[in-house]
C-alpha cells in the first residue's frame, strides 16, 4: 500500500495543472500563495517589475502568471490601472463551490454508470489512506481527498468540464489551508465518502449525485463558517 507521505495529487490526465511554463508555473505558485496568505494585500495593485524583482525573474513569467491567476480570479485587470489582487472574500468562496454543486453530480452520475472495479478499488485504497492518515497531516488528507475525487472525473469525455472541476478545486483547496477541519467537518467527510463508495458499487447514480451535491456544499459551507469566525474575532 502507498504511504500517505508519498502521495501527490495529480490533475486528470490530459490536464494541465496551469498550463504554463515550468518558470511561469513557479512564480504563479508564489504570487498566489502571497494573495492567500495576505502578503499581497486585497486590491494592491500588481506591478510587473516589481514582481519580477521580488521572484528573482524576468517579467514575461510574471505576465504569464497573472495571466493564470486572473483565469482563477485571483486576480483582476482594470483598463488603465493594470492588475490588483482580488479580495478573497467570502463571495469569492461561494461563487467557486456553487458552480462546483452544480458540475459535480453531473460527473459523478456518468462516474457510476461507467465505473469499472478497478476505479471502485482504487476509490476504496485512497478511501482507507484518507482514514489511515485521519486528519493528522492535513497537508497529506488534502492530496489524498482530491485524488479520491479526481479518480471519478479523471474519464469524463467532457474534458472542459474535468478542467473546470480541478481548477475550482485547487482554489478551493488553496483557500481552506488557512483553517483546520471541524470534528463535525471530519465526520462527514469521512461518512459521505464511505456513502458514495456504497452507491457506486450498487449503481445507484441519482443517489450519488445528491450525495456529492450536500458534499461539495459542505465543503464550501466550512470555508465559509472559518471566514465568518475570522472576520468576527477580527472586529471584536
Known amino acids: 500500500m502507498t ?17 504554463a511554463s515550468s518558470e511561469g508555473a513557479s512564480v504563479y505558485q508564489l504570487i498566489r500563495d502571497d494573495i492567500i496568505e495576505g502578503r499581497l494585500a486585497a486590491n494592491e495593485r500588481l506591478v510587473v517589475t ?6 528573482g525573474t524576468s517579467t514575461n513569467p510574471v505576465r504569464e502568471a ?17 492588475a490588483r489582487v482580488r479580495p478573497i472574500d467570502q463571495d469569492f468562496v461561494r461563487d467557486i463551490y456553487e458552480i462546483g454543486v452544480l458540475i459535480e453530480p453531473s460527473l459523478t452520475r456518468w462516474f457510476v454508470n461507467m465505473a469499472t472495479v478497478e476505479d471502485i478499488g482504487e476509490l476504496e485504497r485512497i478511501q482507507s489512506l484518507i482514514e489511515e492518515n485521519n486528519f493528522t497531516d492535513t497537508v497529506r488528507h488534502s ?3 482530491t485524488a479520491f475525487h479526481t479518480i471519478m472525473y479523471r474519464k469524463h469525455y467532457n474534458r ?22 471541524t470534528l463535525a467537518r471530519r465526520a462527514a467527510i469521512l461518512s459521505e465518502h464511505r456513502e458514495l463508495i456504497a452507491h457506486v458499487k450498487a449503481g445507484r447514480a441519482n443517489e450519488a449525485g445528491e450525495l456529492i451535491a450536500r458534499h461539495v456544499e459542505g465543503s464550501g459551507r466550512h470555508i465559509l463558517e472559518h471566514m465568518r469566525a475570522r472576520n468576527a474575532a477580527r472586529a471584536g
Open 3 to 19: 504511504e500517505t507521505s508519498e502521495f501527490k495529487a495529480q490533475p486528470p490526465e490530459g490536464i494541465d495543472a496551469t498550463g
Open 50 to 55: 516589481d514582481l519580477a524583482r521580488r521572484h
Open 160 to 181: 472542459h468540464a474535468a478542467e473546470l472541476w480541478w481548477k475550482h478545486r485547487e482554489v478551493l483547496r488553496a483557500v481552506s489551508r488557512r483553517f483546520d477541519f
Open 143 to 145: 492530496e489524498l481527498d
Open 66 to 82: 497573472l495571466q493564470l491567476l486572473r483565469g482563477e480570479g485571483f486576480v483582476t485587470f482594470v483598463a488603465n490601472r493594470g
